[in-house]
């Protein structure tokens, strides 16, 4: 258990929806970070938080949007969903968000767009 | 770009016996970071091992070592006295240096045989 936990652990919903999955990092760390896995590929980095503000992008679609709060936890929102953004959804966190922080895996978020 | 190769899909071994993961990465960059993360059927990402690349030391975790090549660019696993449990995709990540992100490469799913 790394004591990031991210909920829901498994969604199912229909193109065109909107839904939000929502991370706690570990206690102490200040740096957030998504990451995206289709099926039986490598992980895609989507975007980092620091301390509440954004600091790193990736290849985030802009139907997706992100944000972390004071007390730290983050939520993901995927909107107008598509057949292809079914795919296990990760939350990382590190402790100051430099580099060479480990970053930290929740168990992930498993999303299905029917 | 930044890339990461994993060349080797699958890979399997004799229980008790040692195999050895391949990463090649691309970079230009002199400081950087790199992992090798584990994911079992679970689903979950567990960190395995962690090199800096300004150390010349490979880094060993406990049955765990890499073998790192700085000029070759490659960043090899090596599991000892492999284990039922050592089963799982394996991913290599590259840190770029002030990126905050990692970058995988695609995985070795690595089979171990009783």
């Known amino acids: 258990d790394s004591g990031v936990t991210q909920t829901p652990k498994h969604l199912i919903t229909a193109t065109g929806q909107r839904v939000t999955l929502r991370c706690s990092p570990r206690?102490?760390?200040?740096?957030v970070y998504w990451y995206q896995q289709s099926l039986d590929q490598g992980l895609q980095f989507l975007i980092q938080?620091?301390?509440?503000?954004?600091?790193a992008k990736g290849n985030i679609l802009e139907r997706f949007s992100a944000q972390q709060f004071p007390d730290l936890h983050s939520e993901l929102n995927l909107s107008s969903l598509e057949l292809g953004d079914s795919a296990l959804y990760f939350c990382a966190s590190s402790v100051v968000g430099t580099e060479g922080d480990t970053q930290y895996f929740g168990p992930g978020t498993r999303l299905t767009v029917l | 770009a930044q890339t990461v190769t994993q060349s080797q899909p699958e890979m399997s071994v004799q229980e008790a016996e040692t195999v050895t993961l391949s990463c090649t990465y691309d970079t230009s960059e002199s400081d950087y970071y790199l992992f090798w993360y584990k994911q079992p059927p679970s689903r979950q990402m567990i960190l395995v091992i962690r090199?800096?690349?300004?150390?010349?030391q490979n880094a060993t975790e406990n049955r765990f070592s890499v073998n790192f090549q700085k000029a070759a660019k490659s960043f090899s696993l090596k599991i000892s006295d492999s284990q039922l449990g050592d089963a799982a995709m394996y991913f290599c990540a590259y840190e770029p240096s002030g990126t905050y992100k990692y970058i995988f490469g695609t995985g070795t799913r690595l089979k171990v045989l009783a």
């Open positions: 938080y620091y301390n509440g503000e954004e600091r």
């Open positions: 090199q800096e690349a300004y150390k010349q």
């Open positions: 206690s102490g760390d200040l740096s």
